[in-house]
């Protein structure tokens, strides 16, 4: 069809040269290569994607406008043809085929965060101290008892915790956190200024305990309800001028500023997911995260290599989004501070549903008794977890010892956890394992939305009112 096929690598002297004109120029779209064809000579200028820049956000368009680019030509009549030449490469683009969505794949990150992951840390709070109240006294001409004028001192401010999806760890938690005084009081009545707030960031999902007894004395779980006030402030000192009184015009006394509250609080966060992933090591716990989500914790073939743990969300195509959680792994006996303890399964106390990832090929011990020795852990953390709905994740089903395994693991189990195999590294059945998380996070809200609307009371009308205002007698002596 085309007398020559030729790569042009010097585009503005051909153009000058052959003394082309716009309608000169006619593209062709082919289903693997974007072609012009110059008509009159039938020359083809390579448009292909291994021409092109390598751009890997590069569209169609953008190569051409990029390849162009690359020779210089960018004014005159060689520039006009430019601009034509794209729009008519993306106007036969656009009429060729059918209009594809956009999906826009962000890249994802390869450095690893090397950052110090810190979830639990004991601080010492304490409030601003007060501004002292002043001692003074009006200087007038002539006017010897012109009287006291000392102002009162600034309050201190107060310490306080705000919740925030932008920090990630207590790393940047100092021991000890000080609120910023209040000014002193001055002379000529002059108060001291407050002093300011100090808000303190920390991540979704922390809780501060007592330091003592271990209470948990706030819970910043929800953006909303996500401040706290750790430690007040102490209120300013008075000034000399408000202890006068008729008996004393001249008081040479004012009050100190008291000092802020100090509290100690043990701070630890939790994070918030709706799944969590408990295993042995090497159970293929964070490969599985890696298959599910775009999260990119560290994959090797050695145990604990998953050292803190990393939260990925899995989409679905009506726009929800689910939180899973990968934690270093559980053995036997970390109750007894084995391996790396008990502690993380902190950040998945709160998830709706535990996943058991289950590495199918091991037989010493065999995938029943993992299952067990992992009950037996989360019991000795927390028991009331494992009444929550749980899933079996039957891993690396692709190695023939998984697949000789199952059966037997299967009927061990019986009915009492439901038992989805996949092979996280090959991604065999992730879609089938995606669609239940679905279902329980589904029937989770469905039972949080019937409670919110069993926990609604009505306003109550005005007969029920005066009820509740003048109860029947019998109601008043009972009480
Ligand atoms: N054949 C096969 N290998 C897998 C599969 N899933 C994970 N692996 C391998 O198992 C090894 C451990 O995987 P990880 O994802 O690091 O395991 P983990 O549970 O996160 O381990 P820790 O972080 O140490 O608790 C890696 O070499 C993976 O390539 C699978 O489905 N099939
Ligand atoms: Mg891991």
């Known amino acids: 069809m085309f007398d020559k096929i030729s790569h042009v690598d010097d585009v503005d ?6 003394n082309f004109g716009v309608d000169d120029f006619s593209p062709v779209v082919s289903k693997r290569r974007q072609y012009f064809v110059l008509s009159r000579k039938r020359w ?12 890997s956000k590069m569209d169609a368009g953008m190569g051409l ?55 639990r840390r004991r601080v010492t709070v304490q409030g601003g101290k007060g501004g002292d109240g002043c001692v003074a006294f009006t200087k007038l001409w002539a006017n010897e008892f012109a009287g006291p004028d000392g102002g009162d001192g600034g309050n201190g401010g107060h310490v306080m915790f705000k919740a925030s999806f932008d920090v990630k760890s207590l790393a940047l938690l100092t021991p000890t956190i000080k609120g910023h005084p209040g000014e002193n009081g001055g002379g000529s009545n002059c108060h001291g200024k ?31 309800a ?37 509290i100690k609080y043990i701070v630890e966060m939790a994070t ?4 969590g992933l408990v295993g042995y090591p090497n159970a293929g716990k964070s490969t599985l995260l890696r298959a599910i989500t775009r999260a990119r914790p560290k994959v090797a073939s050695y145990p604990f290599t998953t050292l803190r743990p990393h939260v990925g969300m899995v989409f679905y195509d009506d726009l929800e989004q689910i939180a899973v959680a990968d934690i270093p792994g559980v053995i036997e006996d970390a109750h007894r501070n084995r391996g790396l303890g008990i502690q993380f399964l902190r950040h998945i106390q709160r998830c709706v549903c535990l996943l ?3 590495d199918l090929s091991t037989s010493n011990p065999t995938p029943f008794e993992i299952l067990e020795t992992l009950k037996e852990e989360i019991r000795h953390y927390d028991a009331t977890m ?5 899933m079996i994740v039957a891993n690396k089903l692709d190695l023939p010892e998984a697949k000789a395994n199952f059966q037997d693991f299967k009927s061990s189990v019986g009915d009492s956890m439901p038992i989805i195999p996949v092979s996280a590294k090959f991604g065999f059945n992730l879609k089938d394992l995606l669609i239940e998380l679905r279902k329980i996070y589904d029937t989770k809200q469905a039972k949080e939305k019937t409670v919110a609307v069993e926990k609604y009371e009505p306003v109550r009308t005005q007969q029920q009112r005066k009820q509740w205002r003048r109860p029947p007698p019998s109601t008043q002596t009972q009480s």
Request: net charge neutral; proline share 5%; charged share 20%.
């Open 356 to 358: 058991y990832v289950i």
């Open 386 to 390: 494992l009444n929550r709905p749980s």
């Open 13 to 18: 002297g051909l153009l000058k040269k052959k």
């Open 272 to 275: 918030i997911a709706q799944f």
């Open 226 to 262: 996500s401040v706290f006030i750790a430690a007040r402030g102490g209120s300013g000192g008075r000034g000399n001028k408000f202890f006068a009184t008729p008996g004393n015009q001249s008081p040479e006394i004012a009050e100190f500023g008291a000092e802020g509250e100090t």
């Open 44 to 55: 083809i200028i390579g448009l292909s994607g291994s021409d092109a820049p390598k751009t």
């Open 194 to 224: 407050n002093g300011e707030h100090l808000v303190v960031d920390v991540p979704l999902g922390t809780m501060f305990k007592d330091d003592e007894t271990g209470e948990v004395i706030a819970d910043l779980m929800s953006p909303e």
């Open 65 to 119: 406008l990029l390849y162009f680019h690359k020779f210089s030509v960018s004014s005159g009549s060689s520039g006009l043809i430019l601009r034509q030449l794209t729009s008519c490469l993306s106007k036969s683009l656009c009429s060729a085929q059918i209009p594809q969505p956009v999906l826009k794949k962000k890249d994802v990150g390869t450095v690893n965060m090397v950052g110090e992951f810190v979830d």
